[in-house]
């Protein structure tokens, strides 16, 4: 009698088979399946049998590796080995997967290497753990010392006071590899392994490889030292960061390769809270205002997009001086800056110096500054600066800016670009609540109809949004004056789009209209439409009468409504029966 096939190597030998397979997509498929097949054989076998396979078939494509990377690392497989007391034996394929050649794979293999690491007791870290970074960082290839950089913060908490030396040993031969590339990993963790390590040791261990880290010929190795220049400060006293770091941040402020100051400019604001504001006062205000003036366009961008949050962690006691007398000849150069992308990261900002300075302030210095901006030839900038009006408005009062911001406002609303249109009536209710129904009422009702009949339906439609915002900012009185004349008009017009968007415009308005506007003056005219030459018009009058039926009194539903959507429902167009039905379903 034939003895029954051994079921138990059942997922072992699907998973080679599949593993072999020519096809990636079914390999792939097979690495996501490791969970089920893990809980399948139990944790003895995915010990003794699954792990030790998977680390002996590493080559295969790179996102099938990428994949089995992202499966050892969840945190649910730890619990597929046997629990914790098991978790060095996910070390083995990880550590392999680490050293391979594409950057993905390592990335994620030590991404799941340290997810794995706090599942380790400071003996198994000391055991097993410590032996695996120590092979990692002296491997052959720069690829496994890499990867190595990676692992050093999570290790040192645990180990002893004799392994601890011989990490930091270790990661001091990291930072001076004669290969780019592992100083260049080496200087991205360097921050956060300063942070790992003993205050005591920082100075005497880390500060020298940050120094050199930070004077490397290489620049992308000295902008990852600046990188973590923030960490490192914050593990020292202050007088060790005036002495010891400050120095060098400066140094980096002025650095011949621009990629190094940009980086700089991005992180200064962490690095301004890390140094407190005694001593950006008199080390970092300087180097701030250096940035702005930067020769290259990118780091003069980025150090105005970090103005406001700079000028708000500046020192009560000096603030004001040191904007006036520092960072504002600064702003007025770059208020007519050559590059449009660096005016705009300006234009997004200034106007949150407005509470910072003061009315007084604001109105000599920086209120010049806003009228050259909404004059500028570039529609973001405009945009920007209204965008931010509320902060000014809050401190000297739109009186002081609508002379001059209105004529902006008109241009904005007519450019050629349809999306600039689009963003300035989204900015219209906030500028009618600043400038009051009298002045918005002069100047800009009349670009708020013209926006209905644009030749673009998200600007139409915008448009009716708009009227509704209107309404609730000035009520319902002010809009049977205002407003809905108007409106009602188009519904005269030859244009049928026009007519639409008097349907679309009472819709909106129905929510927040009185009944009586609703019943007087919006009904009759909803009901005229009714009998529209144009189908696209007759449909929408059923979708506007259900809005309308929820304002209005039950007798005029009934006398007046349900018998024109009666007609509707023998209209000689079929979308106009339907929505008729549906109507008069909705309505009764």
Known sequence: MAKEPDNSLYPIAVLIDELRNDDVNLRLNSIKKLSTIALALGDERTRSELLPFLTDTLDDDDEVLWALAE????KDFVVFVGGPNYAH??????????AVEETVVRDKAVESLRSVAGHHSPEAIEEFFVPMIRRLASGEWFTSRTSACGLFAVAYPSATDATKQELRKSFNNLCTDDTPMVRRAAAGKLGEFAVA??????????????????????DSVRLLAVEACAAIAGTLTKDDIETLIAPTLNSAAKDKSWRVRYMVADKFVELQKAVGPQLTKTNLVHAFASLLKDPEAEVRAAASNKLKEFCENLGEEYRTEAILAQIMPCIQTLATDAN???????????????????KDNTIEHLLPLFLVQLKDDCPEVRLNIISSLESVNKVIGISQLSQSLLPAIVDLAEDTKWRVRLAIIEYMPLLAEQLGVEVFEEKLNALCMQWLIDNVYAIRQAATVNLRNLVEKFGSDWARVAILPKVLAMAQDPNYLHRLTTLFSINVLTEVCSEEVVQGSMLPVV?????????????NVAKSLTKIATKVDKELVSGEMLPVLDKLTQDDDSDVRYFSDEAIASVK
């Open 340 to 358: 449009q992308h660096v005016k705009s990261a300006l234009a997004s900002v200034i106007m949150g110096l407005s509470p910072l300075l003061g």
């Open 527 to 539: 009901l005229k439409l009714a009998i529209d030459p144009v189908a696209n018009v007759r449909f």
């Open 71 to 74: 499966q050892l690392g969840d």
């Open 89 to 98: 034996t996910l070390l083995p394929p990880l550590e392999s997967l680490a």
């Open 197 to 218: 390590v003993e205050g005591e040791m920082v100075k005497s261990d880390v500060i020298p490889l940050f120094h050199n880290l930070a004077n490397d010929e290489q």
